[in-house]
Structure formats: C-alpha cells, structure tokens
C-alpha cells in the first residue's frame, strides 16, 4: 500500500462526555469527534457518528445552541455473546454555542456512512441603512 | 463459657465471609482465565487491553453458528478497505482519507484524524474460512466468519436403558 504520505492511524479512547447537565438515561455517553470550519458564508460541522442513523439523530438549535444527540442501537443478536470488547457503545452527545447567527431555514444535514455533515449558513448581514434625522 | 462466648461471634462471622469471599474470586479468576485464553486465540497476543497503536479497536461476538468482527469505521468507502482471509488469520486494511475543505476555510475544532490503518486476527479453528462475508452499513464493519459444522455445539441424546 502507497502510504508514505499518511500517518498511521491509532484507536483512541472513546472520549466520554462530561456533561453540565446531569443524564436522565442511563448507557454511556460518548463525545463525537468533529471538524467545524468556517467560511464567508457558512459553517459546517462534520462530526464521526459510526452507528448512527438518520432516524436515532437528533440535531436541534436554539438560541444558539446546537445539540447533537445519536443513539446507536446494539449490533449484537440476542443470541451473541462477547469474546472480545474493546469498545462500547451508546449515545453521542455534542453541544455547541454558535456565534453566527445561523439562517435555520436553510440548514442542510447529511448523513453517511456514520458521519454526519451539517452545513449551517449564516444570516445575510443586515445593511448599513441610512436614517435620516428629520428638523421639526 | 462467659469468657468463650465474646470470641465465637467474630470468629464465626470471619469464618464465614472469607469463605463466601474464596468462592466468589476463584468464580471471578475462573472467568478471567477464559476470557484471557479467548483473547490470546483470537489475537495472538496475552491480555485484555489493545496495544498501543492499533486501528481499528474490535468487537468479538459469537453465536452458535457465527463468529462476528465489528469495527467502528466511520467514513470510509469500500475501495478504500481490504479483508483477507489466509489459512486462519484475518487481515482488514485501509485507508482514510477526509475529503479537502476550499481552501478558505477557517478550522475551530480539527478532532477527525486520517491515516492507514492494519490489523489481524487469528481465527479460532473450526471455522470456514471460504464463507466469510462483511457488509458496511452506517460506518461499522461488520464480518461474519461461520463456524463448520463440526465446531458447532451438538446436541447429545441419553439414551434410556
């Protein structure tokens, strides 16, 4: 394989989410890796949800704040028992505080092959008006 | 007796929790044991934790018929991932790359990591080899190695005199 290049890749933990909020839901909670990037006119969030899909996601924003919450259902028949575990599963929580102001009309989710890529364009900048002081 | 009575309390009630505490580990080191006699079959290597440096982790089940192999691999695409299977070791490789952003782009959080990535497995004996199959659905690998029909559990009848 032609991979002078690319670095090899390493299993981390699964980072655990640490939440403000205390869980009402028992399960792991696990905290999704994400890019957000920013351009001139919007911002994308792309964030690794292996597990996930469309019907378990739930993207939600108010007032700024956008919360993503997936829940991944067990593979594993009935009948399965576990030889070897390394990882778990269980929920993916990820909140974010929004600086732009988003234009919520237009929000695009797109979800594939366990990544999810949420493209979030912002709000046309309101122009500068001219008011005018009217002599009474 | 007044002077025995005081020490058979504690002596009996010691007595009794160190043997309730002597059954309950050795079940626990009998578990242990079988666990880590699995792992080493599987994987070749003794203990439970993965080595440093392996990608990706993996998820061993079995069913009276199946083995199953699950990995977390989100985003990648079936070119992009090779499965081999020689004698009784199980090989997955590939590669993941993030597509390129327009250059304008301004990053606030970069976690998502790209790279090549190996592993093998031995296989326990008793399986057939020639019928392992592995489907990608929602970013986990999932391969299913059957069992021959030897290895699976029979069922054996006593019979009546």
Known sequence: MAA?????????????????????????VFTPAVDIFETATALTVVADLPGVTAQDLTIDLRENLLTLIGDVAPLEGPEEGDII???????????????ETIDQAQIKAQLSDGVLRLTLPKVEQAKPRQITVQGG | MAMRSPLTGPVEESWQSSFLGRE???????????????????????????RAGVFPLLNVTQDRDHLYIRAELPGITADALSITVTDNTLAIAGQRT???????????????????????????????IENVSARYTD???????????????????????
Request: no cysteine; proline share 6%; charged share 30%.
């Open chain 1, 85 to 99: 575990r390394e990882y778990r599963t269980g929920r993916y929580v990820r909140q974010f505080t929004l600086a």
């Open chain 1, 4 to 28: 002078e290049h690319t670095k090899d890749l390493q299993a981390g933990e699964k980072r655990a989410a640490v939440s403000s909020a205390e869980q009402t839901r028992s399960g792991p």
């Open chain 2, 139 to 161: 970013g986990i690998l999932t391969i299913v190695v059957p069992k021959a029909e030897t290895a699976k559990p029979t069922q054996i009848k006593i019979q009546a005199s």
């Open chain 2, 98 to 128: 993030l597509p390129t952003e327009e250059a304008k782009a301004s990053y606030h959080r970069r976690e998502r990591e790209a790279g090549a990535f190996s592993r093998t497995l031995s296989l326990p004996p008793g399986v057939a």
């Open chain 2, 24 to 50: 309950r580990s050795a079940e626990e080191l009998e578990r242990l044991r079988e666990m880590s006699r699995l792992y080493e079959h599987l994987s070749g290597t003794s203990g439970q934790e993965p």
